[in-house]
Nanobody
Framework: QVQLVESGGGPVQPGGSLRLSCTVS????????MAWYRQAPGKERELVAS??????????DYADSVKGRFSISTDDTKNMLYLQMTSLKPEDTAVYYCNANQLYSGHEYHYWGQGTRVTVSS
């Protein structure tokens, strides 16, 4: 089965930076979209950043709350997805999840990582 393994979470001070990583067990050639979600205590899981396949590159999109601060990227040769987070705020505290999606033979397939916790506090 497809496995997603996340790393990079931990404590960080407000205004600091952190990079999350996600290793995917299948080639990015077979993946249509990838994303980072987060879930804060008492809140529903929300989409923070996503990428979709394009003509010659991945096309990113961001939630308004993280635009200008977060950047989603890939290393296609290593099957890795990253989320670079800067200017972190206490409101960014959450468990962050890696997601990958396929569309094959008219069916949708969705895969999730285990989550990595980010705590922004002084």
């Amino acid at each position: 089965q497809v496995q997603l393994v996340e790393s990079g979470g931990g404590p960080v001070q407000p205004g600091g930076s952190l990079r999350l990583s996600c290793t995917v067990s299948i080639s990015f050639f077979s993946i249509n979209t990838m994303a980072w979600y987060r879930q804060a205590p008492g809140k529903e899981r929300e989409l923070v950043a996503s990428i979709r396949s394009g003509v010659s590159s991945w096309t990113p999109d961001y939630a308004d709350s993280v635009k200008g601060r977060f950047s989603i990227s890939t290393d296609d040769t290593k099957n890795m997805l990253y989320l670079q987070m800067t200017s972190l705020k206490p409101e960014d505290t959450a468990v962050y999840y890696c997601n990958a999606n396929q569309l094959y033979s008219g069916h949708e397939y969705h895969y999730w990582g285990q989550g990595t916790r980010v705590t922004v506090s002084s």
